[in-house]
Each structure stands twice: as C-alpha cells, then as structure tokens.
C-alpha cells in the first residue's frame, strides 16, 4: 500500500497497532487496512465495541475536568495514542492554557502525528517510550524540561494497561510512577474487564492475540489492586458510563455491556 506522508518511513504497514485500532474506532483517519481489517472482526464480535471506547473517552473528559476543578495543572498521560477530538491538552488548556501535558507512547505513528499536532503548543510534550520501563519515561528529557515532577500531577492509564501481560506486573508498574509524584496527586484509570460477559472477552482476547497484540480484559477486583495505596474517591470503581456522569453524556443503554471500569484515586 501507498504510505502516507504522516507515517515513519520504518514502520510495518503490514502489523496492526493497538493505538491505530483505537483511532479507527474513535472515528480517526490515521489508521491503516490491516488494523481496520481487526477492528471489524472485533466489532463483529461485540458490536458495542465503539461505543464503549466513545463511553472511555467521555470518562477522560469527565476525569480531567474533575482533576482541574482539584487544582492539578500538569498531566502525564501514560499510553496517549494517536491524538484525536477531546485529548487532555484540549480539555485542560481550555481551562487554563497555562496547563502542562506530557503524552507518552510506544506507537511510532502515535508520536509522530502528536508531535505534527502539538508542534506550536509549548505546554506540551510528546514522549516515545514503553510504559514498562519508567525510568526512560521519567527521566526523559522532554518530560523533565516540562513537567515539575515535586508538584501534584495527575498521571493518566487510560485504556492502556489492559495491553499489560500479568508476568509484566500492571500494578508495579502504576505503583512505579505514583512513586514519582507527590502527595496531592491523582491517578485515572480505565480498564477493559472479563465481568459480565466472560465468553465475549475470551474471543476479544483470542482475537488481538492471533493478530499480534495481545489484551487481558481482567475482573473488577483485579483493576482495583492497580490503585495501591491510593485513595479510591467516590463513586469508586465504575462502570464507565457511571463515574461521575454528566446530563449531556451520550446514552449507551446498560453500563454493564460495555464491559469496562474506571476510577480515580488521590495519593494521600
């Protein structure tokens, strides 16, 4: 295929990607044959699938403005993806364009449209690194040069640590970063679950397993070993559509078939 002019010249159009699939779903046009090929046999599989990632970037919204209202202006949003509508900069920073925000992923089409997007925002940062070594996220130049790490900070795992394998320790590594953040901090979350419909996650994870990357939809007592000492603030761990909904929030039918949990916690 022909390879657009916003994508590495190293990058295999030929393997899909969690954050492109993600783009698709949301909508995005920076998404290749191949990841919209998975995207629709895991539609095909669960037909609320788009919604319930819609339902998940409500919830960041949701969060982000809960944690402004709190005070935080600086956010490192661990596993970004491929910018799209309704990012972190976009709901801090209409709040308060002082706001600072750190994106970090893996993905090199992720990296590189966000820094395309954000290239004349210097309140913000673009970082390509692996979630599972916080030492190249921490120490990054572009992080430290932005972020006052000694501050409250807001560190974000949106629908990204369902990509974690358990060998890989998903709990050490949140505990690793909150380890980096003072007192007065917050943690958001969100994570794709096994409850209420086990048959449907065993395909989903069957499905991204055979097609290169793996998932782990876990159960909701599981996600909640992930806030470690945190204080889980109310309504606690959610339903997606659950946590702190708005009047304007699209209506997706029950919470339980989007088969997700959120939360936010404060470290005391």
């Not at 010249?9 to 998404?31: F, I, K, Q, W």
């Not at 799209?84 to 893996?106: K, L, M, S, W």
Request: a negative charge; hydrophobic letters at 40%; proline letters at 7%.
């Amino acid at each position: 295929m022909e390879r657009p002019n916003w994508a590495p010249g190293e990058l295999d159009l030929t393997v899909p990607s969690a954050a492109r699939v993600y783009d698709y779903y949301l909508g995005g046009s920076h998404n290749f044959a191949v990841d919209r090929a998975q995207a629709r046999q895991a539609i095909e599989q669960w037909p609320l699938l788009p919604a319930a990632l819609r339902a998940n970037r409500a919830f960041l919204r949701r969060a982000v403005k809960f944690c402004l209202a709190k005070g935080i202006r600086q956010f490192l949003d661990i596993g970004s993806g491929i910018p799209t509508v309704g990012n972190v900069h976009e709901i801090a920073q209409a709040f308060d364009p002082a706001c600072r925000i750190a994106y970090v992923d893996i993905d090199p089409v992720a990296v590189a449209h966000s820094r395309l997007m954000l290239s004349d925002n210097p309140n913000t940062a673009v970082i390509q690194a692996d979630l599972r070594t916080p030492e190249d996220v921490l120490d990054a130049p572009e992080l430290t040069k932005l972020l006052d790490l000694s501050q409250p900070t807001a560190v974000l795992f949106v629908a990204v640590l369902h990509f974690i394998a358990d060998e890989e320790d998903p709990a050490g590594l949140v505990r690793r970063y909150l380890d980096a953040v003072p007192a007065g901090s917050y943690l958001v979350l969100s994570h794709g679950s096994s409850e209420g419909a086990p048959q449907r996650a065993a395909q989903h994870e069957d499905l991204y397993q055979r097609t290169g990357s793996r998932i782990f939809m876990r159960s909701r007592q599981r996600v909640l070993t992930y806030f470690g000492d945190c204080e889980l603030l109310p309504p606690g761990l959610s339903q997606m559509t659950q946590w702190r909904p708005e009047p304007d929030d699209e209506y997706w039918g029950s919470p339980e078939q989007l088969s997700g949990f959120t939360g936010v916690g404060y470290k005391a």
